[in-house]
Each structure stands twice: as C-alpha cells, then as structure tokens.
C-alpha cells in the first residue's frame, strides 16, 4: 500500500466517502501524521519486541564516496584522507542505544562492511586481527568508511524517520528513478496501517473534522447554518 493509498483512505474515512475541492484536511497534513505515527509504532515495537521487520528497511542504492581531509579546522589540514558518503544520510529511528542503520556493503548486497561507533574508530590501528579491515561509522549525518582506499561506491539499508527523504537517492534497477515516492509501497507492515488509522482517526483527525467544510465552494468556511438573506418590506 502506497502512502498516498493510506492518506486518501483515511480523509475518506473521515468525510464517510465524500470530499470537495475545498476540503480543509489536507492530503499533506495527513501524510505528515502518518510518518510521525509510524516512528513512533517502529520504535515502540523495537522496545517491546527487539525486532525489526524488513518491510519497514529501505535501500538507498549506489551512493558515492568521495575523499576529504578528517581535519575539523578548514585551515589545517592534517593530511590523512578520509572517506564519506557524498549525501547525507536520512535521520533514522531511534532504537535502543544504536543507530538504524541496517547494512552497510558493496554495491553487490553481497559484502558487508561491519557498522562500529565513531569513537572506536581511533583504536582500530591497534586491533591485530582487523585493523586493515574496512569499518562504517557516524559523524552527524554523513557515513564514513575506514580503510576505504580504492572503494567508489557502497550500499545503504536503514529504517528512516521520513521516507520521502529517500528520494534523492537514485535507484539503478529503476532506470535511474528515485528510490522512493508517495506511489511507491509505504515501508511499513499491513497490520501496523491498522494501528496507524486508529491513532489519526482518534487523534488529530477527529479535531480537524470537527471544524466544518465548505461545502459551498466559495472559499469560506461554513457556519451550521447559513443566513438567508433578509427581504425588504413593502
């Protein structure tokens, strides 16, 4: 089911099947709801359950490496290269004391580089058995790679707060599509939609349509009833 699938399903609900053009719940307005719900289901279920299902990851595809200086001073260069993802990475959701990044790897799927925190990076040149081994970690939004000498392009699957984000990653299995649209499958589960459905409807929505439309198509918003207007007298 396709978010704009879910968002006309519940406006339709709500408006018992029937809607105008000048409808003041938006489409927009319920989209938003329904991202802001999922995060919040995703990560109650995580806690309760410590599982995550795969119909809520994303793939966002090829993504580019390029190589920059690891100096946090623009005018001191300290001359050791580094490696990190071109764009930034979509906010993900929060689990219990780690990020929701769920793989990290070639551009096969086949190879995985192992996912560390950023503050183990500097004991790595230590380790006798995987210091010359590629590592993935973390500085605010982008992800870097260590021991990525040679290597242009990695993969990315994660659980993302907001997957419209998602759409500035390109897919190659798409002829170069985006990776995600409001016409796309929703990541997320059927029976989680459920869950979804009832919070809005009970929630946000039952405020909203409270409020009358304008039933009218002038533009105003209606009043229970409508004033006729006087006649003169004779």
């Not at 105008?20 to 995580?46: C, G, P």
């Not at 959701?93 to 799927?109: K, L």
């Not at 040149?125 to 990525?148: C, G, H, R, S």
Request: include cysteine; aromatic fraction near 10%; proline fraction near 3%.
């Amino acid at each position: 089911m396709t978010l704009n699938e879910i968002a006309y399903n519940l406006l339709n609900l709500v408006r018992g099947g029937r809607s105008n053009h000048d409808e003041h719940i938006s489409l927009d307005q319920i989209k938003f709801n329904v991202r802001y719900y999922r995060a919040m289901f995703i990560r109650r279920d995580y806690a309760k359950n410590g599982f995550v299902s795969r119909h809520v990851e994303q793939d966002l595809g090829c993504i580019k490496l390029i190589k920059v200086d690891a100096s946090k001073c623009c005018n001191l260069p300290i001359n050791c290269a580094v490696y990190r993802t071109e764009k930034t990475i979509p906010k993900t959701i929060r689990r219990n004391f780690e990020e929701s990044v769920t793989h990290v790897g070639d551009v096969t799927g086949l190879g995985t580089i192992p996912f560390v925190e950023s503050n183990a990076i500097q004991w790595i040149p230590y380790d006798k058995y995987t210091k010359d081994k590629m590592k993935a970690y973390m500085i605010e939004d982008y992800l870097y790679v260590y021991n990525a000498d040679g290597l242009e392009y990695i993969n990315v699957k994660g659980i993302f707060e907001n997957p419209k984000e998602v759409e500035k990653f390109s897919d190659c299995k798409d002829n170069g599509g985006n990776c995600y649209s409001d016409d796309y499958d929703y990541p997320i589960p059927l029976d989680m939609i459920n869950l979804i459905n009832q919070g809005i409807l009970n929630g946000e929505l039952t405020l909203l349509s409270s409020s009358m439309s304008d039933t009218y198509n002038d533009r105003m918003q209606d009043v229970q009833t409508r004033q006729q207007p006087s006649k003169k007298q004779n």
